[in-house]
Structure formats: C-alpha cells, structure tokens
C-alpha cells in the first residue's frame, strides 16, 4: 500500500550548510567525516498538485544521490488522484517518467484511476503483441510522459518538461511494485511472451536481463513464472523468484522438484532462498531444509534470516516435519532448535520444545535446554516440572496456558492473500479486464 513506502527518511541532527562550490563538503572530507546526506524531499501534503509533484523533481535533480526518487513521486501522485487534485489527465500528460504512472495501476486505493489509465493502454497496445513488448521493454527507460510513451514521442526534452531518469540504483524504495512487471502482468499472454522471447542483438540483451529481475519483483504473473521454470529462465531469474516474497508455495515447490525432476542437485541458492523465505508455508520451507546442502554453515544463517521476522514461519515448519518425522527428520529438527537459540522468542521455544518432545522424548529436550542455559538452576519452569514428572506433559500444559503471539498476524494474513496461486492468473483484478474495458 502507498503508505507503507519509505521516500528516503528524514535528516535529524546533521544538515549543515554549505555552498555551492563544495567547500564544506571537502573540508569534511578532509577532516575525516562522512560527507552530509542530501536533504530529504518536500513533504507530501494532503491536497498535492502537480505543482508539489514538479518541486519533487526539482529536489531529486538538483539532489540525484538522494535514494527513492520514483517512489516518492509515486505516493505524491497517489495522494493527488486519491484528493482529486491531480487529475486523470495529470497522469497520462503530464506526470514524468512514464514509469511513475504505470506503478499507480498496483495501488488499489485508486483503481479507478488505475482502470482508466490500462485502459488507455490497452486501445493502443490493443492485440498487437510486437507492442506490448515494446511497451514493456522501454518503460524503465523511458523519461517522457506515459502518453508520449504510447505514441512513440518522448516528450521529455520538451520546453518546461521536467523529469528524472528512471534507470539507476536507488529509485524505488520500499515496495516490490515495478512498471515492467505491471505491463507484463496487464499484457494479454503473446504479447508478454513476445517480450520474454523475442528481441535481436541489444533488444534482445537488454530484454533478457530485464527478464532476470522481474521475477525478483512484483506482480507475478503466470506467464512470468513459468518462462522462469522453463529451459529459456536463467539461474539468476530462478532465484530471484524464489526469494520474492509473495511467490506462491506452488511455484516454490516448482523451483525445488526442477532440478530433481532433471536428476540434478539442487541450485544451491534456490534452496536458501526459499529456507529463509518471508511467508513460505512450512511443507515447502521443510523441503528446502531437508535437501543437502554443499555449504557449511548454511543452516544456522538462513535460520538466522528467517528468526528475524518469522517466528510463526519457524513453527509452522516444525508442525509439519513433526507429522510422520523419521528419525533422521527428528535429528534434523533437533539441529535446527538447537541452532536457533535464543533467537527464538520464549513463548515459540516453548511450543518448538513440545514439538520436538514429540518425536525424540522428554529427555532430549532436558538435555538440550541444560546445553543452552548451563545449570539446572536456570533452566524454564516447564522444563524442570517436566524433568520432575519425567514426563513431557507439562510443556504442553505450559504451551496451552501461555500460547505463542504472533507478532506479525496481520502482515502474514495479507501476504497470504497475494501468495495464492490463483494470483498469477489474475494479478491485477482492481483493473478490470481488457474485454470489460473495450465493452466500456
């Protein structure tokens, strides 16, 4: 959602002045100090016009080391369709680069806006797959507006047009949205196919790697997906699939059986992805833990990004390697407890503990809480009422009277709804159809 963007921060205790000769600057250099921050963009207000949109330009030229150039142009636009002050045409003509309008179509909050502006779109690019592709090709580069994209005739160097480039480091900040993802998924499937699959000499370079990104990024789609999995995805694109966060667990479990299904090992990187991986379900996530793995070590840092943020996540793969675990799955989720440490919260230890007392006993989950904390004296209540009834039935009771929290509820339920494999089939529902469109 917009409001979740981060625009580039703000600059609290450090803004010196200094002039335009770069005085300051060296001597702070020179001095040994890091040289100052840009200052940060003028503040979205709650009515912002295209006016306030032209000052933000002006701040990221005259400031172009000043990170999430596209995104705050991006909220300020939203902002403006959601008030009414900037206007459906505002985006067409007038808003620069084209990629900024194209990014307003992933905003729900002004699919109507959204619908009017694909719609567009689609009456030129119409069933012509050649322009899709083009479309798709050229909007990350291009600095014109949306309609002078359309038309072929950047607009960018026109007398009073301002813009800022759309190519670079640093430009979007804070969502997974991209413009090249959003025309692929709005594109009818020849004309994202011609785009994945056809292209000479730098054309085809340039759309290549471009393909190698957009499975990093959002909205997936199903076409996207599965040129990924195909002969003609690259290394790179698969991984860059299986570490986007709102990839399906159907499409993750696609990546892991790939190479098996070829009688090959695993791409090293896909399997860490998806162990670390923010929303993966626990069947999939334990797959990926389960595979052999060539590098040492590998265990302990994806479990160490998964801990992060994904507690519920850790757990939910225990529920289910639990479920009919071998005595190797049971060595496995021992290892894997015991590794987490205390970067697992109190309240999740404990569930993880019964969930381990399962599969191995009681006593190997004393003995493994006696190694971590080092005396009896200071080992958790349930563990020692568990050890004095030799019984691991007080974990349980421990586990019922003070359940695991998850802090992250309502971040895991909404990223669900996006990680659902229908998803890909209809990746930008707010928008309407293009038969709808045309019938309108």
Avoid at 131 to 159: C, K, Q
Avoid at 177 to 182: C, K, L, S
Avoid at 328 to 339: K, M, N, S, Y
Avoid at 353 to 376: D, F, H, I, M, T
Wanted: some cysteine; hydrophobic content about 45%; aromatic content about 6%.
């Amino acid at each position: 959602m917009s409001g979740d963007l981060w625009c580039g921060g703000v600059i609290n205790d450090f803004e010196p002045d200094y002039d335009d000769s770069g005085a300051w600057r060296e001597c702070l250099v020179e001095l040994g100090h890091p040289t100052p921050p840009p200052p940060p963009p003028p503040p979205i207000m709650d009515r912002p016009t295209m006016g306030d949109y032209w000052r933000g330009l002006r701040h990221f030229n005259d400031h172009p080391a000043r990170a999430g150039a596209l995104s705050y142009l991006r909220e300020l636009t939203i902002e403006g369709l959601r008030a009414g002050s900037i206007s459906n045409r505002d985006l067409l003509y007038e808003v620069r680069p084209a990629a900024v309008a194209v990014s307003v179509l992933s905003e729900r909050e002004v699919a109507g806006n959204g619908a009017v502006v694909a719609a567009v779109i689609r009456s030129v690019a119409d069933r012509h797959p050649a322009r899709w592709a083009l479309l798709i090709d050229v909007v990350g580069f291009w600095g014109g507006s949306l309609a002078s994209l359309l038309a072929g005739r950047d607009d960018s160097g026109a007398e009073d047009c301002q813009t800022v480039l759309p190519f670079g480091s640093g430009l979007w900040t804070g969502h997974l949205w991209r413009p090249a993802n959003i025309l692929l998924a709005l594109a009818p499937a020849e004309g994202a196919r011609r785009f994945l699959a056809a292209g000479t000499d730098v054309t085809a370079l340039r759309r290549g790697s471009t393909a190698e990104l957009m499975p990093g990024f959002m909205p997936l789609s199903r076409v996207l997906v599965e040129h990924t999995l195909s002969d003609d995805g690259s290394a790179r694109a698969r991984v860059n699939l299986a570490g986007n966060a709102f990839a399906p667990d159907s499409v993750l479990a696609g990546l892991l059986g790939r190479d098996r299904d070829r009688g090959r090992e695993p791409e090293p990187d896909v399997v860490d992805a998806i162990r670390r991986h923010d929303f993966a379900g626990g069947a999939v996530r334990w797959q990926a833990y389960r595979m052999p793995h060539k590098r040492s070590g590998s265990l302990r840092t994806s479990l160490g990004s998964l801990l992060e943020h994904g507690q519920q996540q850790f757990l939910d793969m225990l529920a289910v390697a639990c479920d009919g675990a071998t005595e190797d799955d049971a060595a496995l989720i021992h290892t894997l407890i015991r590794l987490a440490g205390d970067d697992l919260r109190p309240e999740a230890r404990r569930v993880a503990l019964e969930l381990l007392a399962r599969v191995s006993g009681p006593e190997v989950v004393w003995s493994l809480e006696l190694a971590r904390v080092g005396s009896l004296d200071r080992l958790p209540s349930a563990i020692r009422a568990s050890m004095a009834a030799g019984s691991a039935a007080p974990l349980a009771v421990a586990v019922r009277e003070k359940p695991f929290r998850d802090r992250n509820a309502a971040v895991n339920a909404a990223a669900a709804e996006l990680r659902q494999d229908s998803v890909l089939d209809s990746p930008l529902p707010w928008l309407g159809s293009g038969q709808a469109n045309r019938e309108a």
